[in-house]
């Protein structure tokens, strides 16, 4: 991480701004082209601070989103993950349908609680019916196992790096403090507001 690395003050690293938003602005360009395209994408961040923000901003961009812990294999064993989440929404579907209603109590409670537990680990992916085009990471440490996966799938990536990351972990690494509310805030901010842009541009040219 030296090259991303500015200076040093009372043994905090402090990140180069400049190229900051250097490597911002490649992957707002990214995310941008992408969605001009159609494509899909996966937000992933898991810490506690940045769940709501992760669900909020997937939303607004209409991207699938995953921010509870990341279990081995969602990507790589696919046909799993698709299975469970064909379940999800069959089951999603049943209950508004009223077909509960038709069950002993037993099993509706048994049902719910499975529909609960989905709903908290797989509701941001959800409508994701095939692998995602790029996936963004909002911490590298934390969510290292899923960008393994997109690279062994050959997924694009797009990852916050901290001072204590491997940068070339990821198709494009934008230096800034994982830690704090703020850098995630403005980074995922950017991001989102491409994407919107990129579908935008989609919609009036179809």
Same mark, same amino acid.
């Given at each position: 991480?030296?090259?991303?690395?500015?200076? $040093?003050?009372?043994?905090?690293?402090?990140?180069?701004?400049?190229?900051?938003? @250097?490597?911002?602005?490649?992957?707002? *360009?990214? %995310?941008?082209?992408?969605?001009?395209?159609?494509?899909?994408?996966?937000? %992933?961040?898991?810490? $506690?601070?940045?769940?709501?923000? #992760?669900?909020?901003?997937?939303?607004?961009?209409?991207?699938?989103?995953?921010? &509870?812990? !990341?279990? =081995?294999?969602?990507?790589?064993? !696919?046909?799993?993950? &698709?299975?469970?989440?064909?379940?999800?929404?069959?089951?999603?579907? /049943?209950?508004?349908?009223? $077909?509960?209603?038709?069950?002993? $109590?037993?099993? #509706?409670?048994?049902?719910?609680?499975?529909? =609960?537990?989905?709903? @908290?680990?797989?509701?941001?992916?959800?409508?994701?019916?095939?692998? +995602?085009?790029? #996936?963004? #990471?909002? *911490?590298?440490?934390?969510?290292?196992?899923?960008?393994? /996966?997109?690279?062994?799938?050959?997924?694009?990536?797009? =990852?916050? %790096?901290?001072?204590?990351? *491997?940068?070339?972990?990821?198709?494009? =690494?934008? +230096?800034?403090? *994982?830690?704090?509310?703020?850098?995630?805030?403005?980074?995922?901010? &950017?991001?989102?507001?491409?994407?919107? /842009?990129?579908?935008?541009?989609?919609?009036?040219?179809?």
């Amino acid at each position: 991480m030296a090259p991303y690395i500015s200076a $040093k003050l009372r043994g905090t690293h402090i990140i180069n701004l400049a190229r900051m938003a @250097r490597f911002l602005a490649e992957g707002c *360009d990214l %995310v941008f082209d992408a969605a001009s395209q159609e494509k899909s994408f996966l937000i %992933v961040g898991t810490k $506690k601070r940045a769940m709501d923000l #992760v669900a909020s901003a997937a939303i607004r961009a209409r991207c699938h989103y995953f921010n &509870k812990k !990341w279990f =081995s294999g969602m990507l790589t064993n !696919w046909s799993i993950t &698709k299975t469970r989440l064909s379940q999800f929404r069959d089951l999603r579907a /049943e209950e508004k349908m009223g $077909k509960f209603q038709h069950l002993p $109590k037993r099993d #509706v409670a048994i049902l719910k609680r499975k529909l =609960s537990t989905l709903q @908290r680990y797989l509701g941001g992916i959800k409508y994701m019916t095939r692998l +995602p085009d790029i #996936v963004i #990471v909002l *911490d590298q440490q934390k969510e290292y196992i899923a960008l393994q /996966e997109c690279a062994i799938l050959g997924i694009p990536t797009i =990852s916050l %790096v901290d001072t204590n990351c *491997d940068p070339d972990l990821a198709n494009i =690494s934008i +230096p800034a403090n *994982d830690d704090t509310m703020t850098s995630i805030r403005l980074i995922l901010n &950017k991001l989102v507001f491409a994407i919107c /842009e990129g579908r935008s541009l989609y919609i009036r040219n179809h």
